[in-house]
Protein backbone atom coordinates (compact mmCIF):
# COMPACT_ATOMS: atom_id res chain seq x y z
CA UNK A 1 0.00 0.00 0.00
CA UNK A 2 0.97 3.17 -0.53
CA UNK A 3 1.15 5.52 2.81
CA UNK A 4 0.36 9.21 3.19
CA UNK A 5 -0.56 9.71 -0.32
CA UNK A 6 -3.58 10.08 -1.85
CA UNK A 7 -4.13 6.56 -3.90
CA UNK A 8 -5.04 6.93 -7.47
CA UNK A 9 -6.00 4.65 -10.65
CA UNK A 10 -4.44 4.41 -13.55
CA UNK A 11 -6.90 5.88 -15.17
CA UNK A 12 -6.21 9.02 -13.08
CA UNK A 13 -3.08 8.74 -13.31
CA UNK A 14 -2.99 9.35 -17.17
CA UNK A 15 -5.47 12.34 -17.11
CA UNK A 16 -3.22 13.95 -14.34
CA UNK A 17 -0.09 13.39 -15.75
CA UNK A 18 -1.06 13.91 -20.11
CA UNK A 19 0.53 10.47 -20.58
CA UNK A 20 -1.74 7.68 -22.15
CA UNK A 21 -2.76 4.50 -20.16
CA UNK A 22 -1.03 2.14 -22.56
CA UNK A 23 2.35 4.65 -22.34
CA UNK A 24 2.58 4.23 -18.55
CA UNK A 25 1.82 0.81 -19.00
CA UNK A 26 4.82 0.78 -21.12
CA UNK A 27 6.60 2.86 -18.94
CA UNK A 28 6.51 0.03 -16.10
CA UNK A 29 7.54 -2.70 -18.34
CA UNK A 30 10.65 -0.72 -19.00
CA UNK A 31 11.26 0.04 -15.52
CA UNK A 32 11.19 3.59 -15.92
CA UNK A 33 8.21 4.19 -13.13
CA UNK A 34 8.11 2.61 -10.33
CA UNK A 35 5.33 0.06 -9.82
CA UNK A 36 1.97 0.97 -7.93
CA UNK A 37 0.95 -0.12 -4.55
CA UNK A 38 -1.79 -2.48 -4.73
CA UNK A 39 -4.82 -2.48 -2.62
CA UNK A 40 -7.03 -4.84 -0.36
CA UNK A 41 -8.78 -6.40 -3.92
CA UNK A 42 -4.93 -6.44 -4.91
CA UNK A 43 -5.57 -3.28 -7.66
CA UNK A 44 -2.53 -1.51 -8.67
CA UNK A 45 -2.56 2.51 -7.37
CA UNK A 46 -0.33 5.48 -7.96
CA UNK A 47 1.01 8.83 -6.00
CA UNK A 48 1.90 12.09 -7.07
CA UNK A 49 5.63 10.53 -7.30
CA UNK A 50 4.42 8.97 -10.37
CA UNK A 51 2.51 12.16 -11.83
CA UNK A 52 5.88 13.75 -11.59
CA UNK A 53 7.71 10.88 -12.25
CA UNK A 54 5.84 10.59 -15.41
CA UNK A 55 6.66 14.60 -16.40
CA UNK A 56 9.99 14.43 -15.71
CA UNK A 57 10.38 11.17 -18.36
CA UNK A 58 8.02 13.61 -20.79
CA UNK A 59 11.20 16.30 -20.29
CA UNK A 60 14.17 13.87 -20.89
CA UNK A 61 12.46 13.05 -24.24
CA UNK A 62 10.70 15.98 -25.20
CA UNK A 63 13.38 18.34 -24.35
CA UNK A 64 16.51 16.57 -23.61
CA UNK A 65 16.02 13.90 -26.83
CA UNK A 66 17.12 10.75 -24.30
CA UNK A 67 16.11 7.77 -25.43
CA UNK A 68 14.93 4.67 -23.34
CA UNK A 69 17.75 3.38 -21.97
CA UNK A 70 18.92 6.73 -20.92
CA UNK A 71 16.08 7.17 -19.26
CA UNK A 72 16.24 3.96 -17.62
CA UNK A 73 19.77 4.61 -16.16
CA UNK A 74 18.33 7.75 -14.69
CA UNK A 75 15.12 6.30 -13.51
CA UNK A 76 17.14 3.54 -11.86
CA UNK A 77 19.46 6.28 -10.27
CA UNK A 78 16.62 8.24 -8.57
CA UNK A 79 15.47 4.79 -7.06
CA UNK A 80 19.10 3.55 -5.83
CA UNK A 81 19.15 5.31 -2.04
CA UNK A 82 23.50 3.54 -2.11
CA UNK A 83 24.66 6.34 -4.80
CA UNK A 84 26.54 9.29 -3.61
CA UNK A 85 25.82 12.89 -5.10
CA UNK A 86 29.05 12.60 -7.48
CA UNK A 87 28.01 9.22 -8.81
CA UNK A 88 24.36 10.58 -9.28
CA UNK A 89 26.11 13.44 -11.39
CA UNK A 90 27.89 10.68 -12.84
CA UNK A 91 24.41 9.45 -14.07
CA UNK A 92 23.48 12.13 -15.05
CA UNK A 93 25.97 13.04 -17.23
CA UNK A 94 26.25 9.48 -19.09
CA UNK A 95 22.57 9.89 -19.75
CA UNK A 96 23.13 13.41 -21.52
CA UNK A 97 26.04 12.38 -23.15
CA UNK A 98 26.14 11.43 -26.90
CA UNK A 99 26.26 7.58 -27.66
CA UNK A 100 29.95 6.58 -26.95
CA UNK A 101 31.64 6.31 -29.96
CA UNK A 102 35.58 5.67 -31.39
CA UNK A 103 37.60 7.99 -29.61
CA UNK A 104 41.16 9.40 -31.66
CA UNK A 105 43.93 8.62 -29.15
CA UNK A 106 45.97 11.50 -30.51
CA UNK A 107 43.10 13.61 -29.51
CA UNK A 108 42.17 12.35 -26.43
CA UNK A 109 45.74 12.90 -25.24
CA UNK A 110 45.55 16.40 -26.12
CA UNK A 111 42.04 17.10 -24.41
CA UNK A 112 43.47 15.03 -21.46
CA UNK A 113 46.51 17.60 -21.48
CA UNK A 114 44.09 20.37 -21.49
CA UNK A 115 41.79 19.36 -18.72
CA UNK A 116 45.46 18.65 -16.70
CA UNK A 117 46.56 22.65 -17.61
CA UNK A 118 43.07 23.51 -16.15
CA UNK A 119 43.55 21.68 -13.17
CA UNK A 120 40.09 20.22 -13.98
CA UNK A 121 39.32 16.79 -11.32
CA UNK A 122 37.96 14.61 -14.32
CA UNK A 123 37.48 10.60 -14.18
CA UNK A 124 38.92 9.15 -16.72
CA UNK A 125 35.75 7.36 -17.78
CA UNK A 126 33.97 10.08 -18.21
CA UNK A 127 32.24 10.37 -21.57
CA UNK A 128 32.54 13.59 -22.28
CA UNK A 129 36.44 13.31 -22.91
CA UNK A 130 35.54 11.29 -25.82
CA UNK A 131 33.15 13.46 -27.35
CA UNK A 132 35.66 16.81 -26.48
CA UNK A 133 37.93 14.96 -28.79
CA UNK A 134 35.58 14.06 -31.14
CA UNK A 135 34.58 17.26 -31.86
CA UNK A 136 38.30 18.23 -32.46
CA UNK A 137 39.02 15.31 -34.72
CA UNK A 138 36.06 16.63 -36.63
CA UNK A 139 37.33 19.92 -36.78
CA UNK A 140 40.42 18.55 -37.91
CA UNK A 141 38.68 16.52 -40.62
CA UNK A 142 37.50 20.11 -42.36
CA UNK A 143 40.66 21.16 -42.71
CA UNK A 144 40.51 23.69 -39.53
CA UNK A 145 44.42 23.79 -37.99
CA UNK A 146 43.47 23.50 -34.68
CA UNK A 147 44.16 21.98 -31.44
CA UNK A 148 43.20 21.37 -27.97
CA UNK A 149 43.35 25.08 -27.02
CA UNK A 150 41.03 26.08 -29.34
CA UNK A 151 38.60 25.02 -26.44
CA UNK A 152 39.95 27.32 -23.97
CA UNK A 153 37.97 30.23 -24.20
CA UNK A 154 34.83 27.85 -23.79
CA UNK A 155 35.87 25.85 -20.79
CA UNK A 156 37.12 29.35 -18.95
CA UNK A 157 33.25 30.76 -19.97
CA UNK A 158 31.75 27.80 -18.66
CA UNK A 159 33.43 26.81 -15.01
CA UNK A 160 31.85 29.66 -13.03
CA UNK A 161 28.76 28.63 -14.87
CA UNK A 162 29.46 24.69 -13.86
CA UNK A 163 30.63 25.73 -10.26
CA UNK A 164 27.30 27.76 -10.03
CA UNK A 165 25.06 24.89 -11.01
CA UNK A 166 26.70 22.40 -8.79
CA UNK A 167 26.14 25.49 -5.85
CA UNK A 168 22.91 25.97 -6.69
CA UNK A 169 21.84 21.69 -5.99
CA UNK A 170 20.93 22.32 -2.15
CA UNK A 171 23.04 20.34 0.39
CA UNK A 172 19.87 19.78 2.53
CA UNK A 173 17.82 18.21 -0.63
CA UNK A 174 17.24 14.77 -1.02
CA UNK A 175 19.86 12.42 -3.35
CA UNK A 176 16.67 11.96 -5.34
CA UNK A 177 15.94 16.00 -5.64
CA UNK A 178 19.73 16.40 -6.69
CA UNK A 179 19.90 14.03 -9.28
CA UNK A 180 16.53 14.98 -10.48
CA UNK A 181 17.84 18.53 -10.05
CA UNK A 182 21.48 17.69 -12.13
CA UNK A 183 19.52 16.21 -15.02
CA UNK A 184 17.10 18.78 -15.47
CA UNK A 185 19.67 21.57 -15.12
CA UNK A 186 21.66 19.51 -17.67
CA UNK A 187 19.03 18.98 -20.01
CA UNK A 188 16.55 22.05 -19.99
CA UNK A 189 19.06 24.59 -18.99
CA UNK A 190 21.86 22.88 -21.44
CA UNK A 191 19.13 23.51 -24.50
CA UNK A 192 18.32 27.12 -22.74
CA UNK A 193 22.37 28.00 -22.73
CA UNK A 194 22.43 26.77 -26.43
CA UNK A 195 19.60 28.83 -27.35
CA UNK A 196 21.02 32.09 -25.47
CA UNK A 197 24.22 31.25 -27.03
CA UNK A 198 22.74 31.58 -30.52
CA UNK A 199 20.71 34.73 -29.74
CA UNK A 200 24.04 36.36 -28.19
CA UNK A 201 26.17 34.92 -32.26
CA UNK A 202 22.89 37.22 -33.57
CA UNK A 203 23.15 40.33 -31.54
CA UNK A 204 27.20 40.34 -32.04
CA UNK A 205 26.85 40.00 -35.82
CA UNK A 206 24.11 42.35 -36.05
CA UNK A 207 26.62 45.20 -34.05
CA UNK A 208 29.65 44.04 -36.35
CA UNK A 209 27.52 44.48 -39.44
CA UNK A 210 26.82 48.23 -38.19
CA UNK A 211 22.92 49.93 -38.31
CA UNK A 212 20.42 48.50 -40.63
CA UNK A 213 19.67 50.75 -43.30
Known amino acids: MLSREVA?????????????????????????????????RNQAV????????LRL?????????LG?????EVAGA????????????????????SPAGHAPEREVAEVDALLRDLEWVISTTAPDRGELA?????????????DARTFLPYARAV???AAFEVASVSAGASDEAAL????????????ALAALRRLAQEHQSALASGPAG
Open 46 to 53: YSQRHVHR
Open 159 to 161: EPL
Open 68 to 72: IDAIR
Open 134 to 146: RALASLRALGRDV
Open 8 to 40: IRISELSRTSGASVATIKYYLREDLLPPGGTTA
Open 180 to 191: EATVVGTVVYGA
Open 57 to 65: IRVLREVGG
Open 78 to 97: LDNPRLSRHELLGVAHRAVS
